[in-house]
């Protein structure tokens, strides 16, 4: 029996995250590098553009977070 790392909803959100920003990148590869239609490059700058709106709300998110933390500690000093 092979024993299964955990992991948090917060490390799968960061692997989507890296996910999301690499194939961001495999896009504009794709779009620079001529060989789309003109109608599949609208597809994947659609989907580039969906994607890096849920990359900056994870982003906007984790940032709240930090905010959060570091108002928590600002609060405990005496």
């Known amino acids: 029996m092979v024993k299964r ?13 890296e996910a999301k920003v690499a194939e961001v990148e495999r896009i504009i590869a794709g779009i620079e590098a001529g ?6 490059v ?7 553009v969906e994607y890096l709106r849920q990359c900056e709300s994870f982003l906007q ?3 709240q977070q930090v ?3 570091i108002s928590t500690l600002s609060d405990e000093e005496f």
């Open 67 to 69: 905010n959060l933390l």
């Open 61 to 63: 998110q984790r940032q």
């Open 5 to 17: 790392k955990s992991v948090s909803s917060s490390e799968m959100e960061g692997e989507n995250y």
């Open 35 to 40: 060989e789309l239609k003109l109608e599949e």
């Open 42 to 48: 609208f597809e994947q700058f659609a989907k580039a």
